[in-house]
């Protein structure tokens, strides 16, 4: 049958809006933010995020920015995102294993009350010195009790002492993907009820609903099983609410409840 002209331009309308939708998602499983467009993003930065962001997470975000391994830090989105929660439930007696140059923990000193303390956790101490003079001039370093190292030893030292369980507000966690599980397993015990875990990057770069035979870097296919893992296993855990938000690579609120 012969296309008419009114099929045809359908047709062609049809292409040329999936060939626009197309140019609008990113192209590479990798980038750090999931929404369809690098604009749409900016956007939000620009509009949201950057006016109300403190001179001291500014300066550290382009600190970081030169690093090269500055993929690791946390987005500026998801910085001002664990600002706000953790002044809304009140934290005090806080957490954090990975801190890379310590962007999400410089976001989490400034919300904390003069008093808040965060129990911070990291393998290369290098990297936290690096951010660790701005820390210092914004005047919250005193709120940091900075541990080098693995952090499963130092959790199982607190989780044998059951005078820890049930003592911290607020639990971030972005560091081993391999190790998720098994942090999981002994931060329930020490986040209070009411209290809350957040685990970073639970939407892994977007590679958790790519197709196997999708390009990705090497880094990213490693942990794709691991991340997805957690994510069955903290929504079958009935101890937890949880909420996966779509912000920077993906984050899991995880709220205790028993």
Request: hydrophobic share 35%; with cysteine; charged share 25%.
């Amino acid at each position: 049958m012969a296309t008419t002209t009114t099929e045809a331009t359908k047709t062609s309308t049809n292409g040329e809006d999936q060939k626009q939708s197309q140019n609008l998602r990113h192209q590479e499983v990798g980038h750090k933010s999931l929404l369809q467009s690098d604009e749409l993003y900016q956007y939000i930065l620009e509009t949201s995020v950057y006016p109300r962001e403190p001179e001291s997470m500014k300066e550290l975000r382009e600190v970081t920015a030169k690093h090269p391994w500055n993929i690791m830090t946390t987005s500026a989105d998801e910085g001002q995102f664990l600002n706000m929660l953790i002044k809304l439930v009140n934290a005090k007696n806080t957490m954090e294993i990975g801190v890379y140059t310590g962007y999400s923990l410089l976001a989490t000193a400034l919300a904390l009350p003069e008093d808040g303390k965060i129990l911070a956790m990291d393998v290369n101490r290098e990297n936290y010195e690096l951010g660790l003079p701005i820390i210092e001039k914004a005047g919250v370093a005193h709120k940091i009790d900075f541990r080098e190292g693995p952090a499963l030893p130092v959790l199982d030292e607190l989780v044998a002492d059951e005078k820890n369980h049930g003592t911290y507000d607020f639990i971030f966690v972005d560091a081993d993907k391999d190790n998720y599980i098994n942090y999981h397993k002994r931060l329930i015990d020490l986040v209070k009820v009411g209290g809350v875990i957040g685990y970073d990057n639970t939407l892994w770069n977007g590679s958790v609903v790519a197709p196997p035979d999708a390009p990705m870097r090497k880094y990213v296919r490693y942990y794709r099983d691991f991340v997805l893992e957690l994510n069955k296993a903290l929504a079958a855990d009935p101890r937890i609410e949880i909420c996966m938000l779509p912000v920077g690579d993906g984050i899991t609120i995880c709220r205790r409840i028993n």
